[in-house]
């Protein structure tokens, strides 16, 4: 479990930090007639940014990984 935490460091990074921006999407944009499907809830947009956040941050790191030539 801790090899896991070492190697996915910037996606669960990526992940916090998007669940929080998906938050303050929520509060200050959200959706006035509550019938969008991502930002009606604040547990939506939440999940809907971190994973989205997680899998683009594991995208950018796979690039470097990549570049680098581990």
């Not at 929520?26 to 971190?50: D, H, M, Q, R």
């Not at 941050?57 to 796979?62: H, W, Y």
């Amino acid at each position: 479990m801790k090899k896991f935490f070492q190697n996915k460091s910037w996606q669960i990074l990526g992940g916090l930090l998007g669940g929080i921006a998906g938050y303050f999407y929520w509060k200050e944009i959200g959706c006035v007639t509550g019938t969008c499907p991502i930002t009606s809830k604040p547990l939506n947009s939440i999940i809907y940014f971190a994973v989205l956040a997680y899998f683009v941050t594991g995208t950018i790191a796979g690039f470097r990984t990549l570049k680098r030539g581990d």
